[in-house]
């Protein structure tokens, strides 16, 4: 019969490369180790493993059974999980990933209390504004600006999200405030550049939704939203940003919202799950306290106030 302790080891194993390095982990000693690989192996009726004196490598068997060895592992502690949750409440790691600049302003607050309510969660929140890959990476959840275009995730909303363009009162006093698509051409803008693309899209209205590509000229190129802010805070150009990162500044005065006849792109934020396991009770809670926290509309577009057409 195969042992769930024999699979851990063989993971253990694979993922350290050598006996000792994966004896240190578990806290066992090399001999016991080996055992418990050798009775995996005459239970499967083949080597997982090519020893060498310096490294241990997986055989083509081994590179086959430690996928699905993972996934018996990470069933089993799911399990264990929804037990421990049904009789202790929410509790264990929570891994999640979200973007620098949302996560800085209004993640971290709306997580608080969250985790406050929630004591025995252990969280940790990696703040990325690469598209990381949930399932590869390991995380529980990621959450994200704009489309999720991953099939394998399930992927829930959480907000809306409005883009506003915005400059410094002494970037408009020198250089003009455009109030049209191809005067906003004419000025220097601070783009976000992360995936390639820095135009900057608008939505029209001709009988069905159309948008329109403007590409003004590059004043400075940025791959952070909070950097974009405050270059257009210093007045180096202007800026479209999401209004979760300027409604601060919009409503002290160090940016001005600008109207240029058509309204931006807006956008969502998401949360997202790999769709091969059911979301955890942690996750679920998390997603409708984020949702309560944000607020519909969310509380950073109620905060705004944007010059009228």
Excluded at 1 to 18: C, H, N, P, R, Y
Excluded at 256 to 285: D, M, Q
């Amino acid at each position: 019969m195969m042992k769930l302790e024999g699979i851990g080891t063989f993971v253990a194993v694979a993922d350290s490369g050598s006996l000792s390095e994966a004896a240190r982990r578990l806290r066992l000693s090399k001999s016991v180790v080996s055992e418990r690989l050798a009775g995996l192996e005459r239970t499967l009726g083949a080597s997982l493993l090519q020893r060498s004196t310096r490294r241990m490598s997986l055989t083509d068997e081994g590179t086959r059974f430690l996928e699905r060895a993972r996934h018996i592992l990470k069933g089993v502690a799911e399990a264990a999980e929804e037990i421990s949750e049904h009789h202790r409440g929410l509790c264990g790691p929570l891994r999640i990933s979200a973007p620098v600049s949302f996560g800085a302003l209004h993640l971290g607050p709306a997580l608080f209390p969250f985790l406050k309510r929630n004591p025995s969660i252990e969280l940790t929140l990696d703040l990325d504004d690469r598209f990381v890959e949930a399932t590869a990476a390991g995380y529980d959840a990621i959450i994200r600006h704009g489309p999720v275009r991953d099939s394998r995730l399930v992927v829930k909303r959480l907000a809306a999200s409005r883009r506003v363009l915005v400059a410094a009162p002494a970037y408009l006093e020198t250089q003009g405030s455009p109030r049209s698509l191809a005067e906003l051409q004419r000025h220097r803008a601070i783009l976000y550049t992360p995936r390639g693309s820095a135009d900057w899209r608008f939505a029209m209205r001709k009988g069905k939704h159309q948008s329109v590509v403007v590409r003004p000229q590059t004043s400075i190129r940025l791959n952070n939203g909070l950097l974009i802010r405050d270059a257009a805070i210093a007045g180096l150009g202007i800026a479209l940003l999401p209004t979760f990162l300027v409604s601060a500044p919009l409503a002290s005065g160090q940016l001005r919202a600008l109207e240029v006849g058509v309204e931006p792109e807006g956008a969502v934020l998401y949360i997202a799950y790999p769709a091969n396991r059911r979301a955890s009770a942690k996750v679920s809670e998390l997603t409708a306290s984020l949702r309560l926290a944000f607020g519909d509309p969310p509380y950073w577009d109620r905060e705004v106030v944007l010059p009228q057409r």
